[in-house]
Each structure stands twice: as structure tokens, then as C-alpha cells.
């Protein structure tokens, strides 16, 4: 009897620590080596380890203090005025150690942010890998049946890094475009532009699609899920995301575009993210996601797909849903003047929240008055070059 008992428990054990062990984050489908340069480019990240986070308000501290120069900030900041339209600095934050040293007169303007909300469907697909509810490696189509005729090998790690090669029926539902992206059907599968893994390209159309598979993955409104998971913890405020079709009485957010907030908001999911997903003694998204999203996971030397969007290039510089500082052979985006490590959202409108650990830094800049007429991966690298001249290294 005693024997019986003894193996028993033993084989119980070895059960548990099997479903245990597969229950873990899987290294090889949590970190994408396939598209990084640099495999080990993380470990080598410098996170922000002070404990400060804001209240309802930021804490208003002189640039001096937090080891800025103020006068080389001002030259900074008038350096990004000359490409910026109407809206000029208006809507300008600028955080360091936790603290506001810099913002504009219009901070709480709030308004769409336009493609940086692609990186809040990054969030929410975080937390739906995070919960176990699917992985990266997953096909889209076991979420989505409609899929699985001409995107059968297509994987959410595919939608998350503008590599699915998925194209909406139908042309763009813009007056006077002849884009084949934004059409009045997003969700209607068509012919791909390239088989998956095989090119990138920048479509908002597959980013809908993702809205639309998050949704059914999560079973529930994507923006309720972020709010009360997320945003509720930080004290974001109230914020708004723009559906794009439904589950019956579940609104599908739209996964390329749509969140309004403002830009002390946006300050606020940054420093989330220079955290790693920490706020306070709270950990709301994995550290684990926040790395992995903020490194590159598109090859350099990747296929650039020939269609009309192609001046967007994010190969060597493209991780789930955020953009990164890398350095692609081809030069796209690339910023060396500015700290390797910087990550960043970046929408229509010169709408920019830029994450840049090795300063403890968040920089946004918000308006609506169009794009700068140079690349905006050229303005930037111009500012924080600018920048760099007045910035005390933290200890």
C-alpha cells in the first residue's frame, strides 16, 4: 500500500510539472529570431529602474534637475519646430525620470493619434498571449474561419509585424485614392499580395483584420479590455477607439488607427513601457511582451512588396506594432544620432510617442496638421541629435 501511495503521488507530481513546464513562455515563439538582427540586442537594454510614477498629474520638475540642459532643450525643440506644420510644439511632452520637464500649451488637447494606435492592438494582443489565450506561432485562421482558404499560413507573429501579406476585397474607400489598402470591406479576404513571411509590407488592412481576430480571441471589446487590464491602473482618463464592425453587441476596434487620447495620456503608456509593463508594484503586461515588441522582428534583408504603400519601409527597424531604432542595410529608418535602444510609435499627423531608455525619456509630439515634409525618421534624428548635447546620463 505504502509503495502504491509513494508512486502515485510520484506520477502526480511528474503530471504537474509537465502541464507546469507547458505552461511557460515558449523562448523560441516569444522572441522572433527569425526577423531580428540581433537576437541578443535586449539583454543588452538598459530599463528604466526608478520608482516613479504619476498620480492624476504628472510631477512638474525644471529641466536642470532631471539633468537637462535647458537652453540645449530649447534648441531641440526649435530644431523640430522647423518641420512641424501649424500645430508647432502645442501638443509637445517631454519626460524624464518619471517627471514633466517640458510641455506644450495644448497637452490636453485630445484627438485620433492616428497609427500609433497600431501599437495598442500590440497591447492587447500582449495580454491575450499573456493569458494563454493564443501564441504567436498560432494560424489566424484557427480564430478566424474566413481566413483559412487563402491565408492558411499566416500566424498572428505574421499580422503583428506587417509580414501576412493580407489584402482586403476591394479598393481604398477614399475619394480620389487608388489604393488598394482602406477598402469599405477589410474584412473580405482577396487574393494576397505575397505569400507570409515572404515580404513586408505596410497595410492597414491586415491590421483590421488583427483588431478582428483579437476580438474574437478575446471574446470581448478590445478597448473595455485595455481600460480596466491596463489603463484604469495608470490613471490614463477617459480615451476613445474607433470601431470598425462588430460581433453582435461587441464592437471590433480598429486594429491600424482610432485611439484618441492626448498627449499627457500618451506620455503615460510610454512610461508604461519604459517600465516594461510595470506601473508601480504592478506588473500589467509582461516584461517579456514589451521586449520582444520593442526590438526588431522584421529581417533586414527581407522582400519589400511592390505595392502602393512601399514608401513606408519597416524592414530591420519593425517590431509587433512598434517601431525601433534598428539599423536596416537599406536605410529606411534608421536614426544614428539618436540612442540605439529608442523605440517609438509613430501615426499620421506627426503623431509621435518616442520610449528611449538609455535617457529614462519619453517624448511625445501630437497635432493635426500633417506629416513633416521630410521623413520623419530624418526630423527626429535631427532633434534628439540636437538633444543629445544637453542630456546628463542617469546613474
Given at each position: 500500500?505504502?509503495?502504491s501511495?509513494?508512486?502515485?503521488?510520484?506520477?502526480?507530481?511528474?503530471?504537474y510539472?509537465?502541464?507546469?513546464a507547458a505552461?511557460?513562455?515558449d523562448?523560441?515563439?516569444g522572441a522572433s529570431?527569425?526577423g531580428s538582427d540581433?537576437?541578443?540586442?535586449?539583454?543588452?537594454r538598459?530599463?528604466?529602474?526608478l520608482?516613479?510614477?504619476?498620480?492624476?498629474?504628472?510631477?512638474?520638475h525644471?529641466?536642470?534637475?532631471?539633468?537637462?540642459?535647458?537652453?540645449v532643450?530649447?534648441e531641440a525643440?526649435?530644431?523640430l519646430?522647423?518641420y512641424?506644420g501649424?500645430?508647432?510644439?502645442d501638443?509637445?511632452?517631454?519626460i524624464?525620470?518619471?517627471?514633466?520637464?517640458h510641455?506644450g500649451?495644448?497637452?490636453?488637447?485630445?484627438?485620433?493619434?492616428y497609427?500609433?494606435?497600431k501599437?495598442?492592438?500590440?497591447?492587447?494582443m500582449?495580454?491575450?498571449?499573456q493569458d494563454r489565450?493564443?501564441?504567436?506561432?498560432?494560424?489566424?485562421?484557427?480564430?478566424?474561419?474566413l481566413?483559412?482558404?487563402r491565408?492558411?499560413?499566416?500566424?498572428?507573429?505574421?499580422?503583428a509585424?506587417?509580414?501576412?501579406?493580407y489584402?482586403?476585397?476591394?479598393?481604398?474607400r477614399?475619394?480620389?485614392?487608388?489604393?488598394?489598402?482602406?477598402?469599405?470591406?477589410?474584412?473580405?479576404?482577396?487574393?494576397p499580395?505575397?505569400?507570409?513571411?515572404?515580404?513586408?509590407?505596410?497595410?492597414?488592412e491586415?491590421?483590421?483584420?488583427?483588431g478582428?481576430?483579437l476580438?474574437?480571441?478575446?471574446?470581448?471589446?478590445?478597448?473595455?479590455?485595455?481600460s480596466?487590464r491596463?489603463f484604469?491602473?495608470?490613471?490614463?482618463?477617459?480615451?476613445?477607439?474607433?470601431?470598425?464592425?462588430?460581433?453582435?453587441?461587441?464592437?471590433?476596434?480598429?486594429?491600424?488607427?482610432?485611439?484618441n487620447?492626448n498627449?499627457?495620456?500618451?506620455?503615460?503608456?510610454?512610461?508604461?513601457?519604459?517600465?516594461?509593463?510595470?506601473?508601480?508594484?504592478?506588473?500589467?503586461i509582461?516584461?517579456?511582451w514589451?521586449?520582444?515588441?520593442?526590438?526588431?522582428?522584421?529581417?533586414?534583408?527581407?522582400?519589400?512588396?511592390?505595392?502602393?504603400?512601399?514608401?513606408?519601409?519597416?524592414?530591420?527597424?519593425?517590431?509587433?506594432?512598434?517601431?525601433?531604432?534598428?539599423?536596416?542595410t537599406?536605410?529606411a529608418?534608421?536614426?544614428p544620432?539618436?540612442?540605439?535602444q529608442t523605440f517609438?510609435m509613430?501615426?499620421?499627423?506627426n503623431?509621435?510617442?518616442?520610449?528611449?531608455?538609455?535617457?529614462?525619456?519619453?517624448v511625445?509630439?501630437?497635432?493635426?496638421?500633417?506629416?513633416?515634409?521630410q521623413?520623419k525618421?530624418?526630423?527626429?534624428?535631427?532633434?534628439?541629435?540636437?538633444?543629445?548635447k544637453?542630456?546628463?546620463?542617469?546613474?
Open positions: 500500500m505504502f509503495i501511495t509513494r508512486f502515485s503521488a510520484f506520477y502526480w507530481l511528474l503530471f510539472t509537465l502541464i507546469f505552461c511557460q513562455p523562448s523560441t515563439n529570431t527569425k540581433s537576437a541578443s540586442a535586449q539583454s543588452n538598459i530599463w528604466n529602474t520608482e516613479v510614477f504619476p498620480g492624476k498629474s504628472w510631477e512638474v525644471d529641466p536642470q534637475s532631471e539633468g537637462i540642459d535647458p537652453i532643450l530649447q525643440l526649435d530644431t519646430r522647423q512641424c501649424e500645430d508647432g510644439l501638443e509637445v511632452v517631454v524624464r525620470n518619471g517627471y514633466l520637464i510641455q500649451d495644448s497637452v490636453n488637447k485630445a484627438h485620433e493619434i497609427s500609433c494606435s501599437s495598442f492592438t500590440g497591447m492587447a500582449g495580454l491575450l498571449i489565450f493564443c501564441r504567436l506561432d498560432d494560424t489566424a485562421y484557427h480564430f478566424s474561419a481566413l483559412k482558404q491565408y492558411s499560413g499566416a500566424t498572428l507573429r505574421h499580422f509585424t506587417m509580414t501576412s501579406g489584402n482586403g476585397l476591394g479598393k481604398s477614399w475619394e480620389g485614392s487608388n489604393s488598394e489598402d482602406w477598402s469599405f470591406t477589410p474584412y473580405a479576404p482577396d487574393v499580395l505575397f505569400a507570409p513571411g515572404t515580404a513586408y509590407c505596410y497595410w492597414d491586415a491590421q483590421m483584420m488583427l478582428r481576430i476580438t474574437r480571441i478575446a471574446r470581448e471589446d478590445l478597448h473595455k479590455m485595455l480596466y491596463v484604469d491602473v495608470i490613471q490614463l482618463g477617459e480615451w476613445s477607439w474607433q470601431e470598425e464592425g462588430s460581433f453582435g453587441t461587441v464592437p471590433i476596434r480598429n486594429g491600424c488607427t482610432g485611439v487620447m498627449a499627457l495620456q500618451l506620455a503615460r503608456v510610454g512610461w508604461l513601457y519604459l517600465n516594461r509593463g510595470r506601473w508601480g508594484s504592478r506588473q500589467l509582461a516584461p517579456d514589451v521586449e520582444q515588441s520593442t526590438q526588431n522582428q522584421v529581417a533586414a534583408q527581407l522582400l519589400l512588396a511592390n505595392t502602393d504603400r512601399k514608401n513606408i519601409d519597416g524592414r530591420g527597424s519593425y517590431g509587433f506594432n512598434w517601431w525601433v531604432n534598428g539599423q536596416p537599406n536605410g529608418a534608421a536614426m544620432d539618436t540612442p540605439a517609438y509613430s501615426g499620421f499627423d503623431n509621435m510617442c518616442f520610449v528611449v531608455p538609455e535617457w529614462n525619456m519619453v511625445i509630439r501630437m497635432g493635426l496638421d500633417g506629416n513633416p515634409k521623413a525618421h530624418l526630423v527626429y534624428n535631427k532633434f534628439f541629435k540636437t538633444l543629445k544637453g542630456v546628463k546620463q542617469t546613474s
